[in-house]
């Protein structure tokens, strides 16, 4: 699977354990964040993900900053984007079976490393339901 990976200062060491799980599972991973803890703007680090998930370029996206909030909401900006706000493997799984979520958003400042990590892993492994969601995804895109 080719994912692309994009953080802002709040989230490298989340990055690290992440990329480190998903190349261990033989991934292949684009990265766009930041590696420092120094203070930079989660949109440069959030547009190349959500370009490469709406090109094709990746399969998915995980994307990380301090609430989750604001890079979700500049990924979600792309029309063939669905970026997830998650902050427990629970509303990762969900966010893939019924909203076909491509993306996922971590709140770094309120989850654990092993948490994030989880819930990528959970997001990777669960498949889009279809039926009756599929309507309800249709309608999503202006």
């Known amino acids: 699977m080719k994912i692309s990976i994009g953080n802002d200062h709040a989230g490298p060491d989340y990055k690290k354990a992440i990329v480190e799980m998903l190349k261990a599972k033989g991934h292949e991973v684009t ?3 930041t590696d420092s803890a120094d203070s ?3 949109p440069d680090f959030g547009h190349p993900v959500a370009t490469d998930v709406a090109e094709g370029k990746a399969d998915f996206g995980i994307v990380i900053c301090g609430s989750g909030n604001g ?3 500049t990924v979600n900006k792309q029309s063939k984007v669905r970026a997830a706000l998650c902050w427990m493997k629970e509303i990762a799984v969900l966010a893939r079976q019924h909203n076909d979520a491509n993306i996922i958003s971590i709140p770094a400042r309120f989850t654990s490393i092993p948490q994030a990590v989880e819930m990528v ?3 990777l492994n669960t498949e889009f339901e279809g039926g009756r969601h599929q309507t309800r995804v249709d309608k999503i895109s202006c």
Request: no cysteine.
């Open 31 to 33: 990265n766009y964040g």
């Open 121 to 123: 892993e959970a997001f």
């Open 40 to 42: 930079v703007d989660y």
């Open 71 to 73: 890079i979700s909401m």
